[in-house]
């Protein structure tokens, strides 16, 4: 049973575009939810996360959406560039427990 | 840019043969972890351990076996190569009461 479903799977966009990726969680234990940037030949790395008293929270380019209700969040890129090109995941990880659940992940390609 | 080590980042072997990958970080983090990657970019849990003397399987079942030693290492040994074992492990680590997970950059395991 996968607990935390990305989508989409994979996300093209050109250059200035906004990249949106989304998940969706079911166990309302989770408290803590970020999301990793992997470029190829490298491990992931933190991009930015929230966690469930805010219902956004932006750095830079890089927003994300959370509706508690809903057990939905998203990532939203603005203004993306050929440099954002990489995979990205989202993960879940509740209190007491420091193994986060991990979507499958995004492949997104920003093209020139 | 987080210190932690992995060896060798590739590694081509025959079948039968025993390996070991070696995961090492400097920030004294208590947790660390095994994850097995698909080529399709899934993460997959298959060792963690939280503290020295202290490892546990994940959700993958593996063939591999670990060990924690040290605070600083946690290799991930396979006692017979197969097939089957061809793909990406990373190594990963967080520190106590923290929930961010700082990833090793992989080591990428292709078994002839």
């Known amino acids: 049973q996968q607990q935390v479903k990305q989508s989409p799977q994979s996300l093209i966009v050109q250059k200035g575009g906004i990249s949106i990726i989304n998940c969706a969680y079911e166990n309302t234990a989770f408290d803590y939810f970020p999301w990793y940037q992997q470029f190829p030949g490298k491990g992931p790395a933190l991009l930015i996360a929230?966690?469930?008293?805010?219902s956004e929270k932006k750095e830079g380019r890089f927003t994300i959406s959370f509706n508690k209700s809903a057990k939905q969040f998203s990532l939203h890129i603005m203004d993306s560039q050929p440099g954002d090109s990489a995979t990205y995941f989202c993960a879940a990880s509740k209190g007491g427990s420091y193994i986060p659940t991990f979507g499958r992940g995004t492949s997104l390609i920003v093209h020139p | 840019e987080a210190d932690i080590y992995q060896t060798p980042r590739y590694l081509v072997i025959g079948t039968g043969k025993k390996i070991t990958l070696e995961c090492s970080q400097t920030?004294?983090?208590?947790?660390m972890y095994w994850y097995q990657q698909d080529p399709g970019m899934e993460l997959h849990l298959i060792h963690y351990?939280?503290?020295?003397?202290?490892?546990e399987k994940g959700d993958l079942s593996s063939e591999s076996t670990v060990s924690r030693i040290r605070t600083e290492h946690f290799p991930l040994t396979l006692e017979s190569a197969r097939p089957s074992h061809t793909s990406q492990y990373l190594c990963a680590s967080n520190p106590a009461g923290g929930y961010e997970q700082y990833f090793g950059p992989g080591t990428r395991l292709t078994v002839t």
């Open positions: 351990s939280y503290g020295v003397n202290s490892t």
């Open positions: 929230i966690r469930p008293d805010v």
């Open positions: 920030m004294g983090h208590d947790k």
